[in-house]
């Protein structure tokens, strides 16, 4: 045992440690748990770190300070169980229950034990995050007094390194313990759903004593009843271990149930301080359930103490002003006007295995709800949801007190979000807002998932608070997975476990997973075993992003690992291999890398290398269509190993970081269809010859001329001012446009043939690249860089508003009275109009006048744009021949 | 009310009005069907060399005036698709006696045009007066756009219906027409008119406009036009609305676009670098967007690179534009090849002047 404790204790590992210690615990709710901590058995201690002569050397203070920092700080090296005991207490007794109180008697081995039951008591009272200034002022005056010291030096014998709530680091004495806190069983008996159980003790346990107390008083009864009846009560004692009664035998069954759970749900984290997810994410999630007790407690958040702490001690390392005493509005979460959260829904992502839905459950009960999970194997339709959610957030029984519920959505990445608005994820957001006539919602849902950036989420992130759970550091976690292995009496190789976690991904649920299962075969854990054993190795679904700059960047993606540095190898090409094989999407590996390769800095002076890539991306674009047209998946496997040359071509290219860009090409290729549907839907409005040409000689041969041909250089005046080659011009023009040729100009064809000022639509998309963003906001406004093309004439609006006028003017007089004329003017009427909606607002001009004939109910003053040379009537009718059936 | 462009006002509209390009064409296709039939037709030649109007021409030939009375339609139709329907919407001209669509213009859905409503057509068969069973025409546009199954749809179709269809297929590169179906039709070529030709026409148009026409300018729009009768007719009619008289002299427009790839040539060809790529990239994009065909991106820039640039460079920039130009077809998106094209341009262009000039 000593041995492989030493082992455990190589350098890295102390480095690990050291660089954990840095983290202090800062909050008053963790006072209470460091102070617990300190409760704990010196044989427990002992059997985590074996005498080292570092603890007990009284001359070597400052090492000592080290490592007992360090025992503080990972839960591997103190005894978590016992800690986890400790701090119960105080939860239960914050629960009503007066056993936490009870047991914290028992303990009499320290004298700080009296402190935490007075903080358990304070915390009970205010929640757990409200430990007020006052019982603050009161930890500082005992500390003064009692066993705390400013310096490790001072303190006698083994010490413990405490962070009180103002910041200042205090050192306690540790005193040993004859007997160990909590039995033994007690805690590796534990088990159950932890989504249920809010005992402070396993109910077996209770059971068990339950049924030991009936035992006894059935005895003392007996025993006094009838003193002279011969009673052999070593034959009692006998029977007692006999599983007897229903309950001892239910006991029995609970327990029997344990010994071949998996470890992950035996050694679950019970209560909040044995998450393994950071402090500070633990307690973000706890301070926003806390916001809501206003409403569902009507008792007040508590107050931002912690805040309040960052910037007094912000303002006194700068020499400013500390700010004035806390009201009660100052609340860790901004409140909205109801005394609710601002944001409704608490969205925690995160990779898997890293606790969150441990966390969300654990901060739920501990702020004193019951939990209702929704998860991916219920039925989760919007429908379904929404009855589920009316029902927890709604309901409530009306017989049985009952706590308030916590909806908890898990997986919520994964629901079905099919038919937009009536989505899943909709039904959570209209829950989230107060329907009319009915309560606002009054219960916090806390969502989970592993893809923040699901296309499905977007709705919901907009309005969520997001908290993101990162993997634990590796000590932590290695601590973690060694003192559950020790709990079961494995053993196991510290490196073997490095390497287990490193597989993956720090994903403790699988860790344990492997490990129980090479546990089960063999009797000791080991490195080679592990290595070996080949478990573990997981499939993580890498993010577009980082398998493109993963592919385009040199060999340092991928740091060589444990194993590979023992065994002396680097599989750096396999893993890329799988990285991109595990991502699947190879078309859009291949259009982002496509898309950023100009930026990576290859190193080369001929762009050799860049061309190279460039080529291996088309091969792969090749290989990938091939096996798509043909359906030869096989054909994927070459596709991968283009993009492998991409990533062999750039060994030497530094990574891109803030560079890089989403692919545009798709976006481009959608901007186009759209023109082309325009252009097409341009083409089938008209019924002239022109429709015969094929789309494609329209865009390259007959739009650019055609856009002149429809400009000709007319003065902007009346007809009647018009020179007879300007009048002929316009003739012409008018001719043009509504006869059988007429292009309708809606959209202007110049739209279609200038070139120069880049495409609009496409300068939105760099929205990835924040540092160009950034360029291009602090940058002044520069006029649009246009090439120096020939400058060509459009049809501008001056010279829209005369057409318009000269078609109107044309349909009129082409107007007879003749009965057989009049289907053509209608036509040609008809076209005048399309002409006229062109031409830009002069049909807004149009004064209503009021019109003397009885005939004509409304008469429209047409006046023409800029000019007052031309003023004729132009009757409503005129414009719009439909109506003149209607007319009034 | 006469006026239009100068394209459609002056285009032959039977055989024998087609004197001044491809004339001799036009009087082989009159013998052909001097019996009042015909078989497949495949029309096939550069754009603007008068393949359709030849082929309306003929439509004239066998069934007369009546062809011309046209009338333009969207429909949709609605195919079943095994286990889903699928909507197909097409629009198409149509007479009495024939039907012009353009099935490529579908997109991937153009497979059951042709298996669908080609077929659907192909099958009811006209009958005139004298109660004979007559023929339809189906005049399908840009055949070479066609995707393969399409083309596959086709080929059967042709065989199935030939008695009561005739398909006049229009294409503008054999090459891209499967050649099963080139042995099912009579291919005709259509050249690009000569310099010459493009000459005369353009003064003949002058002549029947009334208009005086400068022999130089004249030659100077036959040049600039590429041997394309449509950008002929339509500079020469720009040049008419820019300025009236002709000057010999004057400007002749080019469009826009083929301006803009020359920019982007000479832009590639001072400098050769990543950010330049990048700033090339961009306008691609642009040109792209603006529904210009890649492949004639790709050719125009090849061209305008070759401009200035040495023979042996020159080599290379054909071959490297033609095997971009194939990848092009095979498949990926069509922006990265031109890229990848102009990024192969600069990394050879660079080393070649490193060769050259240290």
């Known amino acids: 045992m000593d041995d492989d404790d030493d082992d455990a204790f190589d350098f890295d590992d102390m480095i690990d440690r050291q660089d954990d210690?840095?983290?202090?615990?800062?909050?008053?709710?963790?006072?209470?748990?460091?102070?617990?901590?300190?409760?704990?058995?010196?044989?427990?201690?002992?059997?985590?770190?074996?005498?080292?002569?570092?603890?007990?050397?009284?001359?070597?203070?400052?090492?000592?300070?080290?490592?007992?920092?360090?025992?503080?700080?990972?839960?591997?090296?103190?005894?978590?169980?016992?800690?986890?005991?400790?701090?119960?207490?105080?939860?239960?007794?914050?629960?009503?229950s007066d056993r936490g109180e009870r047991r914290a008697e028992k303990r009499t081995t320290i004298d700080l034990d009296a402190y935490v039951r007075e903080m358990a008591a304070e915390t009970s009272a205010r929640g757990l995050g409200a430990m007020g200034r006052g019982s603050k002022t009161k930890l500082r005056s005992r500390a003064r007094n009692e066993g705390f010291k400013a310096n490790a030096v001072d303190v006698e014998g083994e010490c413990v390194g405490v962070t009180l709530g103002d910041g200042r680091r205090v050192y306690a004495k540790m005193e040993p313990r004859d007997t160990p806190l909590v039995p033994e069983e007690e805690i590796y008996g534990r088990g159950g759903d932890p989504g249920v159980s809010l005992l402070s003790r396993p109910i077996e346990d209770m059971l068990d004593e339950y049924e030991d107390e009936r035992n006894r008083t059935a005895r003392e009864a007996a025993l006094r009843e009838d003193e002279d009846a011969d009673i052999d009560m070593s034959a009692m004692g006998a029977a007692s271990r006999e599983p007897q009664t229903a309950g001892q035998r239910m006991a029995e069954r609970l327990r029997g149930q344990l010994r071949g759970a998996l470890w992950t749900q035996k050694h679950t984290p019970r209560n909040f301080t044995d998450l393994l997810s950071s402090e500070y994410v633990n307690r973000e999630v706890v301070h926003w359930i806390k916001g809501w007790d206003k409403v569902v407690f009507?008792?007040?958040?508590?107050?931002?103490?912690?805040?309040?702490?960052?910037?007094?001690?912000?303002?006194?390392?700068?020499?400013?002003?500390?700010?004035?005493?806390?009201?009660?509005?100052?609340?860790?979460?901004?409140?909205?006007?109801?005394?609710?959260?601002?944001?409704?829904?608490?969205?925690?992502?995160?990779?898997?295995?890293?606790?969150?839905?441990?966390?969300?459950?654990?901060?739920?009960?501990?702020?004193?709800?019951?939990?209702?999970?929704?998860?991916?194997?219920?039925?989760?339709?919007?429908?379904?949801?929404?009855?589920?959610?009316?029902?927890?957030?709604?309901?409530?029984?009306?017989?049985?007190?009952?706590?308030?519920?916590?909806?908890?959505?898990?997986?919520?990445?994964?629901?079905?979000?099919?038919?937009?608005?009536?989505?899943?994820?909709?039904?959570?957001?209209?829950?989230?807002k107060s329907q009319k006539g009915g309560a606002p919602l009054s219960r916090p849902i806390i969502a989970i998932c592993n893809d923040l950036y699901c296309t499905s989420l977007r709705p919901l992130r907009d309005v969520a608070k997001v908290i993101r759970v990162k993997p634990p550091p590796n000590a932590t976690l290695n601590g973690r997975i060694r003192e559950i292995c020790a709990k079961e009496n494995v053993d196991v190789e510290p490196r073997a476990v490095a390497l287990v976690a490193e597989r993956v991904n720090n994903d403790i649920r699988s860790a344990l997973h492997t490990i129980q299962l090479i546990a089960k075969t063999s009797s000791k854990v080991t490195l080679r075993e592990v290595a070996h054993a080949g478990a573990g190795e997981k499939d993580n679904k890498p993010q577009a992003l980082t398998v493109w700059?993963?592919?385009?960047?040199?060999?340092?993606?991928?740091?060589?690992?444990?194993?590979?540095?023992?065994t002396g190898s680097n599989p750096h090409m396999a893993k890329m291999r799988e990285k991109i094989e595990v991502f699947q999407d190879n078309d859009a590996v291949f259009d982002g890398m496509f898309e950023n390769i100009p930026k990576v800095r290859f190193q080369d002076g001929t762009m050799r290398r860049m061309t190279q890539a460039m080529n291996a991306v088309l091969d792969g674009v090749m290989f990938q269509t091939k096996s798509f047209t043909a359906g030869d998946h096989t054909l994927r496997q070459y596709a991968e190993t283009c993009a492998l040359t991409v990533h062999s071509c750039a060994s030497h290219a530094d990574a891109l970081g803030d560079d890089f860009v989403w692919p545009k090409s798709g976006r481009a290729a959608k901007e186009r269809n759209a023109r082309m549907a325009t252009l097409s839907a341009r083409r089938s409005a008209l019924d002239g010859?022109?429709?015969?040409?094929?789309?494609?000689?329209?865009?390259?041969?007959?739009?650019?001329?055609?856009?002149?041909?429809?400009?000709?250089?007319?003065?902007?005046?009346?007809?009647?001012?018009?020179?007879?080659?300007?009048?002929?011009?316009?003739?012409?023009?008018?001719?043009?446009?509504?006869?059988?040729?007429?292009?309708?100009?809606?959209?202007?064809?110049?739209?279609?043939?200038?070139?120069?000022?880049?495409?609009?639509?496409?300068?939105?998309?760099?929205?990835?690249?924040?540092?160009?963003?950034?360029?291009?906001?602090?940058?002044?406004?520069t006029a649009p860089q246009h090439l120096d093309l020939v400058p060509r004439r459009a049809v501008n609006n001056s010279?829209?508003?005369?057409?318009?006028?000269?078609?109107?003017?044309?349909?009129?007089?082409?107007?007879?009275?003749?009965?057989?004329?009049?289907?053509?003017?209608?036509?040609?009427?008809?076209?005048?109009?399309?002409?006229?909606?062109?031409?830009?607002?002069?049909?807004?001009r149009a004064r209503k006048i009021r019109a003397g004939d009885d005939d004509v109910g409304t008469v429209y003053k047409y006046n023409e744009g800029h000019t007052t040379g031309v003023r004729r009537a132009v009757l409503m009718r005129h414009l719009f021949p439909e109506l003149k059936s209607a007319s009034v | 009310?006469?006026?239009?462009?100068?394209?459609?006002?002056?285009?032959?509209?039977?055989?024998?009005?087609?004197?001044?390009?491809?004339?001799?064409?036009?009087?082989?296709?009159?013998?052909?069907?001097?019996?009042?039939?015909?078989?497949?037709?495949?029309?096939?030649?550069?754009?603007?060399?008068?393949?359709?109007?030849?082929?309306?021409?003929?439509?004239?030939?066998?069934?007369?005036?009546?062809?011309?009375?046209?009338?333009?339609?969207?429909?949709?139709?609605?195919?079943?698709?095994?286990?889903?329907?699928?909507?197909?919407?097409?629009?198409?001209?149509?007479?009495?006696?024939?039907?012009?669509?353009?099935?490529?213009?579908?997109?991937?859905?153009?497979?059951?045009?042709?298996?669908?409503?080609?077929?659907?057509?192909?099958?009811?068969?006209?009958?005139?007066?004298?109660?004979?069973?007559?023929?339809?025409?189906?005049?399908?546009?840009?055949?070479?756009?066609?995707?393969?199954?399409?083309?596959?749809?086709?080929?059967?179709?042709?065989?199935?219906?030939?008695?009561?269809?005739?398909?006049?297929?229009i294409a503008e590169r054999p090459s891209k027409v499967m050649?099963?179906?080139?042995?099912?039709?009579?291919?005709?070529?259509?050249?690009?008119?000569?310099?010459?030709?493009?000459?005369?026409?353009?003064?003949?148009?002058?002549?029947?406009?009334?208009?005086?026409?400068?022999?130089e300018l004249a030659?100077?729009?036959?040049?600039?036009?590429?041997?394309?009768?449509?950008?002929?007719?339509?500079?020469?009619?720009?040049?008419?609305?820019?300025?009236?008289?002709?000057?010999?002299?004057?400007?002749?427009?080019?469009?826009?676009?083929?301006?803009?790839?020359?920019?982007?040539?000479?832009?590639?060809?001072?400098?050769?670098?990543?950010?330049?790529?990048?700033?090339?990239?961009?306008?691609?994009?642009?040109?792209?967007?603006?529904?210009?065909?890649?492949?004639?991106?790709?050719?125009?820039?090849?061209?305008?690179?070759?401009?200035?640039?040495?023979?042996?460079?020159?080599?290379?920039?054909?071959?490297?534009?033609?095997?971009?130009?194939?990848?092009?077809?095979?498949?990926?998106?069509?922006?990265?090849?031109?890229?990848?094209?102009?990024?192969?341009?600069?990394?050879?262009?660079?080393?070649?002047?490193?060769?050259?000039?240290?």
């Open chain 1, 549 to 566: 700059q993963d592919c385009l960047r040199g060999r340092h993606t991928f740091p060589k690992s444990r194993l590979e540095s023992e």
């Open chain 1, 689 to 781: 010859k022109i429709a015969r040409c094929s789309l494609v000689s329209d865009v390259t041969e007959t739009l650019p001329y055609l856009n002149s041909i429809l400009a000709p250089e007319l003065r902007s005046v009346g007809t009647t001012f018009m020179t007879s080659d300007e009048k002929a011009t316009l003739d012409r023009l008018v001719g043009l446009i509504v006869s059988a040729n007429t292009l309708v100009l809606d959209p202007p064809v110049d739209e279609f043939v200038k070139f120069g000022a880049g495409v609009d639509a496409m300068k939105t998309l760099d929205r990835l690249s924040w540092r160009e963003q950034r360029e291009r906001d602090e940058a002044p406004p």
């Open chain 2, 219 to 358: 030659t100077r729009v036959a040049q600039a036009s590429g041997r394309n009768m449509r950008r002929a007719l339509l500079t020469l009619e720009t040049c008419r609305v820019m300025n009236y008289p002709f000057k010999p002299t004057q400007a002749v427009q080019t469009t826009d676009w083929e301006l803009y790839i020359n920019q982007i040539g000479s832009e590639i060809l001072a400098e050769q670098s990543p950010s330049r790529l990048l700033q090339v990239r961009g306008r691609l994009y642009e040109l792209f967007v603006n529904c210009i065909p890649p492949e004639i991106i790709l050719t125009n820039l090849a061209k305008a690179l070759m401009k200035r640039v040495d023979v042996e460079v020159k080599h290379q920039i054909c071959f490297w534009a033609a095997h971009f130009e194939v990848r092009m077809q095979r498949g990926g998106k069509p922006i990265m090849h031109l890229e990848a094209f102009v990024a192969q341009f600069m990394a050879l262009y660079k080393s070649h002047l490193v060769a050259a000039f240290g």
């Open chain 1, 298 to 432: 009507g008792r007040d958040p508590p107050p931002a103490t912690m805040k309040k702490f960052y910037s007094d001690r912000y303002a006194e390392r700068n020499g400013l002003k500390k700010r004035g005493p806390l009201k009660s509005e100052d609340t860790h979460v901004q409140l909205d006007a109801t005394k609710r959260p601002m944001e409704k829904i608490l969205l925690i992502s995160g990779p898997p295995g890293v606790g969150k839905t441990t966390l969300a459950h654990i901060a739920a009960k501990h702020c004193g709800y019951e939990v209702v999970e929704i998860n991916a194997s219920d039925d989760r339709s919007a429908s379904k949801l929404k009855v589920k959610l009316a029902d927890a957030l709604h309901s409530c029984s009306a017989f049985v007190q009952q706590k308030p519920k916590c909806v908890i959505i898990d997986e919520i990445d994964g629901v079905h979000n099919a038919g937009g608005d009536r989505g899943a994820i909709y039904a959570v957001l209209n829950a989230l």
């Open chain 2, 1 to 169: 009310m006469s006026a239009a462009l100068w394209v459609d006002k002056h285009r032959p509209h039977e055989l024998g009005d087609a004197t001044t390009v491809n004339a001799r064409t036009a009087k082989h296709l009159k013998l052909l069907i001097a019996r009042g039939d015909c078989p497949h037709l495949f029309f096939h030649g550069p754009s603007g060399a008068g393949k359709k109007t030849l082929a309306l021409a003929v439509l004239r030939e066998i069934f007369g005036a009546g062809v011309e009375k046209v009338k333009l339609e969207n429909k949709t139709w609605k195919i079943d698709q095994n286990d889903r329907g699928v909507e197909v919407e097409l629009a198409m001209m149509s007479s009495n006696f024939h039907c012009e669509m353009n099935p490529s213009d579908c997109g991937s859905k153009d497979r059951y045009v042709v298996q669908e409503v080609i077929k659907e057509m192909a099958r009811s068969r006209p009958i005139d007066a004298d109660g004979i069973e007559g023929y339809k025409v189906l005049v399908l546009t840009e055949v070479d756009r066609l995707s393969r199954e399409a083309q596959y749809g086709l080929r059967r179709t042709m065989e199935k219906y030939s008695a009561s269809c005739r398909l006049f297929l």
């Open chain 2, 179 to 215: 050649d099963a179906l080139q042995s099912r039709c009579l291919p005709i070529r259509v050249p690009g008119p000569s310099i010459e030709e493009i000459e005369n026409l353009l003064h003949e148009v002058a002549k029947k406009e009334k208009l005086e026409l400068p022999p």
């Open chain 1, 21 to 96: 210690v840095d983290v202090p615990f800062v909050d008053a709710n963790d006072e209470v748990d460091t102070l617990g901590g300190i409760g704990k058995d010196d044989d427990d201690f002992n059997g985590f770190f074996p005498d080292d002569d570092l603890d007990r050397d009284e001359g070597s203070r400052e090492n000592d300070r080290s490592a007992v920092n360090a025992i503080g700080a990972d839960p591997s090296s103190m005894s978590a169980a016992k800690r986890r005991k400790t701090v119960e207490e105080s939860t239960a007794t914050e629960n009503g």
């Open chain 1, 799 to 844: 010279l829209r508003s005369i057409i318009a006028t000269a078609i109107v003017i044309s349909a009129d007089r082409s107007s007879p009275a003749e009965a057989s004329a009049e289907a053509a003017r209608l036509k040609s009427e008809r076209k005048a109009r399309v002409a006229l909606g062109v031409a830009g607002g002069n049909l807004n």
